[in-house]
Structure formats: C-alpha cells, structure tokens
C-alpha cells in the first residue's frame, strides 16, 4: 500500500513564505512523478505544479515565478517552496504522485489527504 504523506500547511500573513513537502512510504517500484494540487472552496482541483522523473518541472501560470517544485529521490518526497504569498492561493493543497507499484505494470496515481494553506491579506 502506497502512502502520500503531506506536511507544512498553515496560516500565514501575504508576501510571506512557506514550504510544503511529501514523502511517499509503502511498496513500490519506481515514482513517475509528484506533484501538487490545490482545491479552494467552491472550485475545481487545479494543478499547482509536477516534477517529472529525467523531466523538468511544469508550473501553473498562477505558481510560476513565485512557487518552486522539487524533489529528493533518495527520500521520495517533493516539496513546494511557495513565496510571494497571496490570499488567493489559499486552499487545500494536495500532493500527487503517479507510481509503478511493480516492474512491468501500468502506473497509478496516488493522493495525499491535504493539508490546508490559508493566507490572510
């Protein structure tokens, strides 16, 4: 059983910084990709930001700039380094990642369970 783990989460005022990470734990074979999404309320899930395995990294219009992705394979974690904070990007922020839980098998995606991020004006 493959299990995202999410910390980092919490209130902040705008302009300041967080970092957000998440460690993948469990069974498997190989880690295709991890990523971030986010959900406020009333709204879609919408991508945040994906690092892909021998890729770079590929950023919503809305994080470019002001959010940097990156990933520790020796940990099987990513992270969210999110500067510049606004009001706006206040939401559940939701890691991602796509898994070959055994050699020869199709990938599937897994989900953490959120961690909220809330930045007060």
């Known amino acids: 059983q493959v299990q995202l783990v999410e910390s980092g989460g919490g209130l902040v005022q705008a302009g300041d910084s967080l970092r957000l990470s998440c460690a993948a734990s469990?069974?498997?074979?190989?880690?295709?990709?991890m990523g971030w999404y986010r959900q406020a309320p009333g709204k879609q899930r919408e991508l945040v930001a994906v690092?892909?395995?021998?890729?770079?990294?590929t950023y919503a219009d809305s994080a470019k700039d002001r959010f940097t992705i990156s990933r520790d394979n020796a940990k099987d974690t990513v992270y969210l380094q999110m500067n510049s904070l606004k009001p706006e990007d206040t939401a559940v922020y939701y890691c991602?990642?796509?898994?070959?839980?055994?050699?020869?098998?199709?990938?599937?995606?897994?989900w953490g369970q959120g961690t909220q991020v809330t930045v007060s004006s």
């Open positions: 991602n990642a796509d898994i070959h839980t055994a050699w020869g098998t199709p990938t599937s995606i897994y």
């Open positions: 469990g069974r498997f074979f190989s880690i295709v990709a």
């Open positions: 690092i892909r395995s021998g890729g770079g990294p």
